[in-house]
């Protein structure tokens, strides 16, 4: 980032330009959220702010062997993705909204959208959105606006995180939220079909859900369009290598988080959300979308497309405000997915499965350790009950070196003794092993 | 030309009434489709909606802008367009017969009544 002036001299010049004093500029801000002062040490030298931040940094333990899922996963990124993205060419967030001067961005957009229509199973995708959780509440939202009513069901299957945004986003805007939930490991069906009505604007469910299971929707599908209601499936793209598309299913939406497509995990990002959709409903999605057309010679080149729906031309009106793009995270997932191809990309997705399978069995094999949810099939990650307290478990197997799961009890009731344990391509049958050995040492 | 039977909006459409109904047509007004360019969308409301004067009731879209378009009184949509989703063509060449949008059961014919006559509406245009 550049080094910007702002001294006082220059402060005074610019209020005086615009005839206002430093309280008039930020009289919008109410005093109540106004900071007196916030707490910073006094300036310091280069050398000292270096030597504090590499302090700081050294807090974090990025040591860790993870097994720590839950939306986003510690996936194996080749150096060859961070070359490419690094190009001066590409490296910025910003919208090409002047596609003269922007051609290899938008392809390299256009790509991006092809490549998660066709993970998806679906015919149009957007150039993204902000992260996973963004996108789902941009499609609920999109999905009342296509049906013109005012009701979501939303299985408890569904990423915890994602469902308090949505609640946050919709508190104030006359939306019931309905919530189905999950006992059995799958989305629950019975509830499901009984809350389904003529108000029903979608259906929201995960796929693998939240607790690592694999479903199939297709009979959801088809009672919620029964009714007039769409269904938005929020999906883990790495999984779609080898299992059935949402758009397979009978998905109207289907949104993401795009972490895992090369993106390293960084707490609070930045992270890419993906959308995609039916054709027919291409006018009422949030986002910009990138399209492919011929110049006045006949050349071949891109365009943003639909932008007259976009907060930069309809600004309030806009189909959505915070339809942010990540445009450099979603390069980087299509040179991810480019480098691995389509084999690669199901042998990745086969690996984390087997592996995630081989540790599932390792685990349980503990006498301790209970299955969760027997017998239903998973991708990646799964639960398991402990015999005591999930949380303290993991606390104490960080100090042996492992990030080795989430506590369920954090978002879900009676779930006191179950933890998440996510498994990718980077786990070692020596790293399973060893997780198994620490686990039952602390048990 | 403003046709001179029909009533106007500052925002360019005009409305019809047949003789004594309570059913008021809407439409765009020629000059409002030159403005716009290439029609390319317009996303129709569904009969049953109410509509309030001067509030939007619809969008259109054009290669340059998506454009509100707003009701002239206040009532109920009993009729909409749906043909004129598919040939957008005919704002250009039909635009205040064929290319009616939507029929409005009116709540208050006097609204009607008080809209602009063609000639302040062609006033406003030359203005």
Known sequence: MPFIANTAQQRKQMLSEIGLSMDELFSDISSELMRENFNLPDQVGEMEVVKCLAELAQKNSTHLTCFLGGGFYDHFIPSAVYSIISRSEFYTAYTPYQPELSQGTLQGMYEYQSMICRLCGTEAANASLYDGGTALYEAMMMALRITRRNKIIIDDSVNPIYRVMIQSYTRNLNIELDKSHCTTGLANRDEIMSLLDEDTGAVILQNPNFFGCIDDFTEIAEAAHKKGALLIVSCYPISLGILKTPGEMGADIVTGEGQSLGIPMSFGGPYLGFMATRMKYVRKMPGRIVGKTTDTKGREGYVLTLQTREQHIRRDKATSNICSNEALCALTASVYLSLLGKDGLKETAQLCADKASYAYQRLTSIPAVKQRFKGKWFFNEFVIDLPTDAAEVIGSLIEKGFAAGFPLSRYYNNMENSMLIAVTEKRTKQEIGMLAEALEAVL | ?127
């Open chain 2, 1 to 127: 030309m403003v046709p001179k039977e029909l009533k106007y909006l500052q925002s360019h459409e005009w409305a019809r009434r047949e003789k004594d109904s309570p059913i008021i047509t809407v439409g765009l007004t020629d000059y409002a489709i030159e403005q716009l360019g290439d029609i390319v969308f317009l996303e129709l409301p569904a009969v049953g909606d109410k509509v309030v004067k001067e509030s939007e009731f619809c969008t259109i879209e054009s290669v340059k802008a998506a454009s509100d378009l707003y009701a002239p009184v206040s009532g109920e949509i009993v009729e909409i367009n749906e043909g004129l989703t598919e040939n957008l063509e005919l704002f250009k060449a039909d635009p205040y017969e064929q290319a009616w949008i939507i029929k409005i059961k009116a709540d208050d014919i006097a609204e009607f009544e008080s809209l602009m006559k063609a000639e302040e509406y062609e006033k406003q245009l030359k203005g």
